[in-house]
């Protein structure tokens, strides 16, 4: 069995190029080989944050919000100032209606960062969903202040003033909202 001898096995990797493999293999769509490459990698170097943060996101994607929790503690525990690691901690927690604990992880994360659009989008709708549609729609204002005029926060924004019962302002929020992403179908 000569021929299965003279292929040699692949040479280790470095934990750099597990994590480019990957983030090909996470461009692909193909979750199960991202996070094979991903874990070689973390063994490689186990305290890599940016790969437990991948982690993380890849968990949220695939819903499995207990494993995301636990990849971006690992993230907050060795850089307690990651606001990315907050808001996805908030995320997950979010995810599994959570509402206290992803609010004080979004809050921690735009104070570390305003510009995190993402995480005063998920305050207001946390915010709406307490029924508190004067806080949501401020956190609303400051995910477009942080430079994304986006219709998706046009849109949530327009929810959030037509269950205050201010529908002249919720159309406006709507027409917005189609004109910032005309192929929005929730607009």
Not at 27 to 36: A, E, L, R, V
Not at 150 to 175: F, K, P, R, T
Request: aromatic share 8%.
């Amino acid at each position: 069995n000569r021929a299965a001898s003279a292929v040699a096995a692949p040479a280790d990797l470095s934990a750099a190029e597990y994590e480019r493999l990957g983030d090909m293999y996470l461009s692909k769509g193909d979750p199960i080989n991202t996070f094979t490459h991903y874990e070689k990698s973390l063994q490689k170097d186990p305290h890599n944050t940016r790969i437990h943060y991948k982690k993380g996101l890849l968990f949220l994607v695939e819903g499995m919000n207990a494993d995301a929790i636990a990849s971006f503690e690992k993230v907050i525990e060795q850089d307690p100032g990651n606001a990315p690691a907050h808001r996805g901690l908030g995320q997950a927690y979010f995810q599994l209606k959570q509402n206290d604990k992803a609010k004080e992880q979004l809050l921690q994360a735009a104070s570390l960062d305003p510009a995190l659009w993402n995480a005063h989008n998920l305050l207001g709708i946390i915010y709406d969903c307490e029924k508190n549609h004067q806080l949501a729609v401020a956190e609303y204002e400051k995910a477009l202040q942080a430079g994304k005029d986006n219709g998706m926060v046009h849109n949530n924004m327009g929810l959030s003033y037509a269950m205050a019962g201010n529908y002249q302002s919720a159309i406006d929020c709507y027409n917005r909202a189609v004109l910032a992403d005309p192929i929005d179908s929730k607009a």
